[in-house]
């Protein structure tokens, strides 16, 4: 008898969700608003839920669904585990056999191990480090938020791009091309007159110059340069911190986020790094894919899992 799945990968922003069956086969694939429960209220979580569930499962509707697993944002913490699980048990639309609710970064682990043990490093917006030792057991190193945390994130390149140029502004320190460009990326007359902008609005804000910092490193901007080293160093201690944990070599080490796509930053976060880096071929919510069907060893199914999200 075929078994049915739900799996979900879900952020702050958006949600990612399949249901597919353990022929490998992909029924439908939606993605939705934000199910993060660090977020939002539980009306909201039944609304987003509701919404994302109706799409999916409105191509077929099968009579059950073996497991629903959920990789969601800030899931690691037991109460907003617990109000997930709750939700999901509400708004599934069929009767459901099991609901694991877990951390996203587990299924961006999973997305490039196969649900083998090893660390993700995610480096975008913020930046965390999680790991998942041989004997089951797991540990987070960073991802404190903006305020406290995330170094070498995008976040953290955007503040400081913008420390060096205030700095400039100042006269603490030269004037190089990278002014310019965050003046024009704001479209002010005056390089103070980001203050309100950059006060005014959410971290994003802030993250969104990451991709102007690294064009600027790669052209040669010194002031850029200092900016994504010491980002890079950043990144360079959460993975030797993770790797710390394990007794064997070898260890698979996931780079997941868009700060790893920029060739020069990568090279640099990973110098003297002895480990298997993998950047993910696949999305997250294969690893949620993974964590529902518990079929790590199956290779022929994973592989038809990859092959139906191509």
């Known amino acids: 008898m075929t078994k049915y799945f739900v799996a979900m990968d879900g952020g702050g922003t958006k949600t990612d969700a ?70 999901l048990m509400e708004t599934l639309p069929v009767p459901t056999e099991a609901i694991q609710v877990d951390n996203d970064a587990i299924t961006a682990l999973w997305s490039g191990t196969d649900g083998s043990p090893g660390v993700v490093v995610i480096a975008g917006t913020g930046s965390i480090a999680y790991g998942c030792l041989p004997d089951g057991s797991r ?28 700095r400039a502004h100042d006269g603490l320190e030269p004037r190089t091309p ?38 600027a490193a790669e052209a ?10 010491n980002s890079a160093r950043h990144l360079n201690e959460l993975i030797r911190a993770a790797l710390s944990r394990f007794d064997e070599p070898d260890v698979p080490v996931v780079l997941a986020g868009g700060l790893w796509k920029a060739k020069w930053l990568r090279e640099k976060a990973t110098e003297g790094i002895h480990a298997r880096l993998i950047r993910p071929e696949y999305p997250p919510v294969y690893g949620a894919m993974v964590g529902a069907v518990s079929e790590r060893g199956n290779a022929t199914l994973l592989t038809k899992l990859k092959a139906a999200l191509d």
């Open 139 to 166: 540990f987070r190193i960073g991802g404190w938020g903006h305020l406290v945390g995330d170094d070498g994130s995008g976040y953290f390149i955007g503040k400081e791009a913008v420390r060096a140029v205030l």
């Open 18 to 87: 399949v249901l597919f069956d353990d022929t490998g086969r992909l029924i439908h694939r939606v993605v939705g608003q934000s199910s993060s429960p660090s977020a939002l209220d539980d009306e909201q979580l039944r609304r987003h839920l509701t919404d994302i569930f109706t799409k999916l499962f409105s191509k077929e509707k099968p009579p059950s669904v073996a497991c629903c697993f959920a990789g969601v944002s800030g899931c690691d913490h037991p109460l907003l585990r617990e109000r997930l699980t709750k939700v």
């Open 220 to 229: 040669g901007d010194t002031a850029a340069i200092l900016v994504l080293e």
């Open 178 to 215: 990278l002014y310019d460009k965050i003046q024009a990326h704001f479209k002010v007359a005056a390089m103070p007159d980001i203050i309100p902008m950059i006060y005014g609005t959410t971290k994003t804000t802030l993250a969104n110059l990451a991709p102007l910092v690294i064009d």
